[in-house]
Structure formats: structure tokens, C-alpha cells
């Protein structure tokens, strides 16, 4: 599955001004990585987001979102939101924020 490369844009726009921050495609999305760690991503259309798992319930509880599961095993910490669910920008904003709240705090690798 290829990433839409406008949500891809969108989210480099976004995450620009981080320090550390690289991109790299894996298994046909393309993943931010900040200081090493997994931030988002664009898998197809929808959003890969890395939220952590204390908060993975309340973002469940959010419009769209699903449990990531690409492996066929589910992913403690992450989910998948609809691409519809992150079409305007405050709602992606808000997505992004929560990755990064969780992902500050890990060690870079």
C-alpha cells in the first residue's frame, strides 16, 4: 500500500521545526522518526499514530480511530485514524500533539 504523499506533506510541514527529526519508508508508509523514536506516519490515506499505551484508550475513543494491528498482531500504544479524520489541519495538529506529549519522553535512541 502506497502513503498519500499529501498527508506525508502535511506532516513534514508540521513536524518541520523539530530538531532530530528524519523520515524513512517502511513497509509502504512513510514514518517521522523523532531523535530515533517512531513519532507518525502515512499508511495509504490514514494516520499511524504513536500515542503510547496509557493514553491508547482515550485515542481509540476518538472519531476514526482503530487499533493498529498491520502485523496481525495489535500494537500496544498506537493507532491507526482515518484519513478522513485527520482531513483538516487542527484535528491532525491535535493528533500530532499527542504523539509528540508521548514520545518526549522516551530516550533518543
Not at 10 to 28: I, Y
Not at 60 to 65: C, D, E, I, K, V
Request: net charge negative; charged share 25%; with cysteine.
Amino acid at each position: 500500500m502506497a502513503y498519500d504523499e499529501g498527508l506525508a506533506h502535511r506532516l513534514g510541514e508540521s513536524l518541520g521545526d523539530l530538531p532530530d527529526l528524519t523520515t524513512k519508508k517502511m513497509f509502504g508508509s512513510l514514518v517521522f522518526l523523532w531523535r530515533g523514536n517512531l513519532l507518525v506516519g502515512a499508511l495509504g490515506s490514514d494516520l499511524i499514530a504513536r500515542v503510547g499505551p496509557e493514553a491508547q484508550a482515550d485515542a481509540l475513543a476518538a472519531p476514526g480511530a482503530r487499533v493498529f494491528d498491520f502485523t496481525g498482531r495489535p500494537m500496544n500504544g498506537w493507532v491507526v485514524v482515518d484519513g478522513e479524520a485527520v482531513a483538516e489541519d487542527e484535528a491532525l495538529e491535535d493528533w500530532i500533539a499527542r504523539c509528540r506529549e508521548f514520545v518526549e519522553a522516551l530516550p533518543p535512541k
